[in-house]
């Protein structure tokens, strides 16, 4: 069975930086896309960060330059590193696993519990 604990969220001020963590078990990182997404209140979840098993990334618009998804394969683990925080950053982070390469969540199969991210303006 598949299981993803993301760690890593927080409140956080107005250009701040934040470093999410998503530890996988099940599942080896490196061999399938992982991807970040995100849900604030009353909207979608959206697509944030994706890294292919080649290693090849992808971002939302939003957050391209300021944010970067790398893996620690040794840990089995991916990172989503976000500087220059904004308050619209605001959400649940979630990690998330496919063997597609894809920004539609429906491609997605397994999902972390989520952590929170309150940027502060």
């Known amino acids: 069975q598949v299981q993803l604990v993301e760690s890593g969220g927080g409140l956080v001020q107005a250009g701040a930086s934040l470093r999410l963590s998503c530890t996988a078990s099940g599942r080896t990182v490196r061999t399938y896309t992982m991807g970040w997404f995100r849900q604030a209140p009353g909207k979608e979840r959206e697509f944030v960060a994706a890294?292919?098993?080649?290693?090849?990334?992808m971002y939302a618009d939003t957050v391209k330059v300021r944010f970067t998804v790398s893996r620690d394969n040794a840990k089995n683990t991916v990172l989503l590193q976000m500087n220059s925080l904004k308050p619209e950053d605001t959400a649940v982070y979630y990690c998330t696993t496919t063997s597609d390469w894809s920004r539609d969540p429906l491609s997605y199969d397994y999902w972390g519990q989520g952590t929170q991210v309150t940027v502060s303006s």
């Open positions: 890294i292919h098993s080649s290693g090849i990334t």
